[in-house]
């Protein structure tokens, strides 16, 4: 077994609990590419298991302490702590996010269960090089019938993995979902990240306490789960908005599938050319929702990012009837909780509104967080009350 040894007090972070080590920390390395090493601190005293990944800055993802030398093992126990996991908040569901990465002590491996169907985003050289495993373990122990990869290449590149994507069992097919209340058809041939978002799913169902009769519009509404939502608790209108027109049919299907009669419109327009012209029309709405693809997926963008989140709200806030609410979401990493507020303060600050916060999270249940990693969390959900 390979090993690394750690530079003089690089440790600390890694004892209180975070999960990667960098490049520039270690002092010493003897392992090869995709190898579960032993991690030591500068005096030699074992720190723990990891995969180590000789082209990537994050040079070892950590396991969890349970390992003990079978990757088997470890993986049939992970999956299974996950599965308990979701069955805790979700027993009525068999849809779900599975292993949210390192959150769950699988590094690098993101697996969304779609009924039997699994769809993996893999993000980590040493379990790319036992991804046959893992695929016998998710058919033999969970039954899956279908397994294949739907990866940001972004994120491949930065591991330095090739960025095509494979079918493992079965083959790519439509599927039905519920999330525990509506039902969603997932197309995993045009659908976004691996077919649908079930960071938002407890979420979606929060702002059904702010619909009833209301006018709602849902901004980059992708299939229609927060709209969804907001008919299933009565509201008066809705307006489903997103610049993909795939995305809109697929609202549209979603719509009809759960049996809606709300009285609804479908734009296709970007968001920000929408909103500009409500605000030039006056129109207003009792609830605006706004949930937009990440701006920014590294730092060096992360100043332009905040620039067009807080463009975003502005235009957002001058949509919503005083009194009527603002529901606004940051999936960008790189933003943080404190950057996001900044992003709401300062469009505030330029529409001449004021804002009441009545509710602040982050992802669903499914996606847990290491409380001392901060690259964990990376969703900002806020409803604000606008003055």
């Known amino acids: 077994m390979g090993k690394i040894i ?9 004892r209180n609990g975070h999960l990667w080590i960098f490049s520039n920390e270690i002092e010493h390395k003897d392992a090869q590419n995709g190898e579960i090493i032993e991690v030591l601190d500068f005096k030699g005293k074992l720190l723990g298991h990891g995969f180590y990944n000789e082209h990537s800055l994050i040079a070892v993802r950590l396991l969890a302490g349970y390992y003990n030398g079978n990757f088997r093992d470890y993986v049939i126990e992970s999956l299974h ?3 308990q996991l979701r ?12 292993t949210h990465s390192e959150s769950d002590y699988l590094p690098g491996l993101i697996i969304d269960r779609y009924n039997s169907t699994y769809v993996l985003q893999v993000y980590c050289t040493g379990i790319e090089q036992r991804i046959n495993m893992i695929i ?10 279908n397994i294949f990869t739907l ?3 972004h994120f491949r590149k930065l591991e330095g993995l090739p960025e095509n994507d494979i079918i493992y069992l079965g083959n790519i ?9 509506l039902k969603y058809k997932i ?9 649908f978002y079930f960071d938002q799913c407890d979420n979606r169902k929060y702002i059904e306490k702010l619909c009833k009769d209301k006018k709602v519009l849902d901004v980059f509404c992708n299939s229609g789960g927060f709209g969804l939502h907001a008919a299933h608790a009565g509201a008066s209108w809705i307006t489903f908005a997103d610049s993909s027109k795939n995305s809109l049919d697929n609202a549209y299907f979603n719509f009809k599938l759960n049996g809606f009669k709300t009285p609804v419109e479908f734009i296709c327009k970007d968001a920000f050319d929408l909103l500009e012209e409500l605000k030039i029309s006056a129109s207003k709405y009792d609830l605006v929702i706004v949930d937009p693809p990440s701006f920014a997926k590294s730092k060096k963008n992360l100043q332009k990012a905040l620039k067009g989140y807080e463009k975003l709200n502005r235009l957002a806030m001058a949509a919503v009837s005083g009194g009527g609410f603002l529901v606004s979401s940051s999936c960008s990493g790189h933003v943080s909780r404190g950057d996001f507020y900044k992003t709401i303060i300062e469009a505030c600050r330029k529409s001449a509104r004021k804002l009441q916060m009545v509710y602040f999270t982050g992802a669903a249940h499914d996606h847990p967080v290491i409380p001392a990693m901060p690259e964990t969390s990376y969703l900002k959900f806020a409803v604000f009350r606008v003055m």
Not at 87 to 95: C, E, G, L, N, V
Not at 136 to 145: C, G, P
Not at 187 to 195: E, P, W
């Open 151 to 153: 990866n940001d290449p």
């Open 87 to 98: 069955a805790a908040f979700y027993p009525k569901r068999i849809s779900f996010r599975l």
């Open 81 to 83: 702590k996950a599965l």
């Open 173 to 181: 097919r439509e599927e039905v979902i519920d999330d525990g209340q």
């Open 136 to 145: 016998e373990i998710l058919k033999t122990e969970f039954k899956a019938e």
């Open 6 to 14: 750690l530079k003089k007090n690089e440790e600390h972070r890694i």
């Open 187 to 195: 197309d995993f041939s045009h659908s976004q990240k691996t077919g």
